[in-house]
């Protein structure tokens, strides 16, 4: 069997070259993604497999059906690049990894947090300037905090499970009620959230619901002690408003690991002209942690999403059912 993977970055590699020699499949791999101009390159293989945010133009779904091929799948947790129309027309099973590594992007999450709480940002700056005294940066216990998920799916879930080991209160807002949760959290609706907790962490998709969801009249109904985390995707917090909260001292700090406008120097070296002012502002409080969206970069996590897309290509090659078949 031989499978190509579009879209392949460096670091997927070595997990690549480990499922293939487990598996004695034949990978492929190029750098190029899925598109009208590389389709052609799936002639001859059984089955392929990428990561894009880029839709599928028609003529990739009709070329795919001709060369044989039975499967689209996307080594990520969006398929909205897929029209599924097209995709049942032409005989395509559409597969995803829904959930490669949950706590990749909780234990993230959590440490930021407990980078904010413990003011390490402030202490960095003093220690650069060789200030050693702490006065003024009096720190508190996280089992003496309330937290607020908003979003308590497979990465809200895992990260309320992490701060209720700590003995936190966790606290959340999701249209699904999950009882497997219940251990761990107690749902409750935005306004008493945001009012509560005294950490605010986001792990909701991008969504009509969800899109500037942080807006400076959230800001304001928060604590003025709370911090904001965001792990999921940086349409979720208005960054000029949230400067605006912090300079005012509305809300205490935010942890961001998404920005809006990341996809122009996602994974590059960016030039200083590629950054967006927001962003330069943000990066310069000591009170504001900026990651490049790395949440989900863990060992586990990589392994995870190479070999769950894999092993479902595999499966449907061989005529059998995928374990993450998307319909829609
Ligand atoms: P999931 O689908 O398991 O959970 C999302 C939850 O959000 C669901 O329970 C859903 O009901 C809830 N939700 C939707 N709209 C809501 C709203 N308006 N208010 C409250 N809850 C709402 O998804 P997941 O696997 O936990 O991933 C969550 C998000 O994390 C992804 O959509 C993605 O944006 C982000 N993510 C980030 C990284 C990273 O590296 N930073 C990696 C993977 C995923």
Redesign the pocket.
């Known amino acids: 069997m031989k499978i190509l993977m579009y879209a392949v970055l460096e670091p997927e590699k070595k997990y690549i070259q480990e499922w293939s020699a487990k598996t004695g499949v034949e990978v492929k791999c190029v750098a190029e993604r899925l598109d009208a101009n590389t389709v052609e390159w799936a002639k001859g293989f059984d089955g392929i497999d990428f990561q894009q945010t880029q839709s599928l133009e028609p003529v990739v779904y009709q070329k795919l059906h001709e060369y044989g091929i039975k499967q689209l799948t996307a080594r990520m ?1 969006g398929y909205d690049m897929i029209d599924f129309d097209l995709a049942k027309k032409y005989d395509l099973t559409v597969t995803n990894v ?2 490669y590594s ?1 706590r990749a ?1 909780a234990e993230m999450g959590l440490t930021q947090a407990l980078r904010l709480v413990r003011k390490l940002g402030y202490y960095d700056k003093r220690m650069d300037n060789l200030d050693f005294r702490w006065a003024g940066l009096e720190s508190t216990e996280i089992y003496n905090l309330t937290v607020g998920i ?7 879930g895992a990260t309320a499970q992490l701060y209720s080991a700590l003995g936190a209160k966790v606290i959340a ?4 009620h999950r009882v497997e949760l219940n251990p761990y959290l107690e749902y409750t609706d935005l306004e008493t959230l945001l009012q509560t907790a005294d950490i605010v962490t986001i ?5 009509e ?2 899109a500037n ?1 942080f807006n400076s009249a959230t800001f304001k109904k928060m604590k003025k002690t709370a911090y904001l985390i965001n ?3 940086g349409g979720i917090v208005n960054a000029a408003d949230l400067i605006a909260a912090l300079q005012s001292q509305e809300i205490a700090g935010a942890a961001l ?2 920005l809006a406008d990341e996809g122009q120097f996602f994974e590059k070296q960016a030039t200083p002209e590629e950054i967006p002012e927001d962003y330069k502002t943000l990066r310069a409080m000591p009170n504001v942690l900026i990651s490049p ?1 790395s ?2 970069y863990t060992d586990t996590a990589m392994k995870n999403m190479v070999a769950m897309g894999l092993d479902d290509v595999v499966a449907i090659v061989n005529g059998k059912r995928p374990q993450f078949e998307v319909y829609k």
């Open positions: 947790v829904p959930a949950p992007i908003i979003g308590a799916g497979h990465i809200g807002v999701d249209p699904i792990h909701t998709p991008l969504n619901s969800t969801l792990m999921a995707r690991d998404t969206h949440a989900f």
